[in-house]
Each structure stands twice: as C-alpha cells, then as structure tokens.
C-alpha cells in the first residue's frame, strides 16, 4: 500500500478564514479522494482530485467551499473556505490501491473551528 | 432506507471469544466489499476485503457475503483487547465507497 502524508495533522481556526489541507503520495496514484467524517459519524466522500481536470464533487460538496487541487499524481490539497463551527470535523486523504477499488487513508485533519 | 447499515453497539465481547459484526446494503449492483478498523483518533484501515458470496478468512478474520440477502459481515476469532475499535462497512457502489456508520466494539481482558 501507498504511505500518504497528511497535514497538518490538526488545527484550530477561526471563523471566516480557510484552511488546506495537503497530502503526499510516495508513489504515482490515478485516484485521489477527499473524505469528511464529522464526529460520531461515518465517512463521507467529499470530490474525487482528478490529475489535470477539475475535481468531481458529490452531492452536497460545492468548489467554492471546498477548493481542490491535483498538480500531479503524488500530490493534492484540500481548502476549506470561509470555515464555520460546522466544518468542525476530521478531513481524510485517501487513494485507490489495487485496481483502485480499496482505499488507503491519510492519518487525518482533525480541524476545530471557533 | 441507509444506504449501508451497520449496528453502532457497543459489541462487548470477552477476551478469547468470537465477535461477530453485521452489515445490510441497498445497492444491489454493489460487487465488492470492504471491511475496515478505525481506533479512536486514528484513520480507517483496511483489513478485509471479499467479492464472492461465501466466506474468505484471513488470520483471525473471516468475512462473509451474502449478495442475495445484500449482507457482509465480519468474524473475529479468539478476539484480543487490541481488536477494541469501530469496524466499518464499505460495499462498493458506483465508483466510489460508502461507508456504514460503524459498530464500535470492546473486547475485555
């Protein structure tokens, strides 16, 4: 499995501003996501980072509140914007492994927001 | 209807027994089957995966499937204290994962 890097690991943040979010693959990956899991909750799917388009976006999950980008196959970031109490959550990077179907996660964003 | 659904627990278990964790779908089409462990304050990690109705063990694990029945669940054998965690269930939809909310389970020494 790929080791991915995640940072920073956490943060506290003020209301209004934004935060991203990086991550770093040691090897080359087609697929990168982006998952939420707010407390006590499971995980949910936030965009698909493909590498030199835009992301894909799940319902519910708008480009303006949560840029991402996808320069190359080893690296994405996560911003999320104009952050409210109720971003308050951990952030996830994942990436396809075999055949793309599993997925390996990133140790996580664990973010406050006051 | 969830689209995956999972018992939230907590499972208490003793050391040494058999943990048996559940899991129900809707997508019919989904064709692969994800079990993952998540320790509090820690990422998920990815500790079986099964595709064929029937079971498949790996170790102490054994995970089971059921397409007709839309059913996945996972065994956990002579279960240690270290296995305390929330088990997750991810069937495969269209292009992406869903996951279940988790059973956390406890297994005391």
């Known amino acids: 499995s790929a080791v991915i890097s995640q940072k920073p690991s956490r943060d506290i943040c003020q209301r209004g501003t934004s935060l991203t979010i990086q991550c770093q693959v040691d090897?080359?990956?087609?697929?990168m996501f982006w998952y939420r899991q707010q407390p006590g909750q499971s995980l949910t799917l936030i965009a698909t980072a493909n590498q030199g388009s835009e992301a894909t976006y799940e319902s519910g999950f708008v480009i303006d509140k949560f840029p991402i980008s996808r320069p190359n196959l080893t690296f994405s970031t996560l911003t999320v914007s104009n952050m409210s109490p109720e971003d308050s959550s951990i952030y996830l990077c994942?990436?396809?492994?075999?055949?793309?179907?599993?997925?390996?996660f990133g140790s996580g964003t664990q973010l406050s927001v006051l | 209807q969830k689209e995956v659904e999972q018992n939230s627990g907590p499972l208490s278990v003793p050391e040494g027994a058999i943990a048996s964790l559940n899991c129900t779908y809707s997508d019919r089409g989904s064709q692969s089957f994800f079990w993952y462990r998540q320790y509090s304050g820690k990422s998920p990690e990815l500790i079986m995966s099964?595709?064929?109705?029937g079971d498949k063990e790996d170790g102490r694990f054994t995970a089971q499937l059921n397409k007709a029945s839309q059913y996945v669940s996972l065994l956990i054998r002579d279960s240690q204290p270290s296995d305390s965690a929330t088990y997750l269930c991810?069937?495969?939809?269209?292009?992406?994962?869903?996951f279940g909310t988790g059973t956390r389970l406890l297994v005391s020494p």
């Open positions: 991810a069937p495969r939809g269209f292009q992406k994962l869903v």
């Open positions: 090897s080359q990956v087609t697929m």
């Open positions: 994942s990436v396809g492994g075999q055949g793309e179907e599993k997925l390996f």
């Open positions: 099964i595709y064929s109705n």
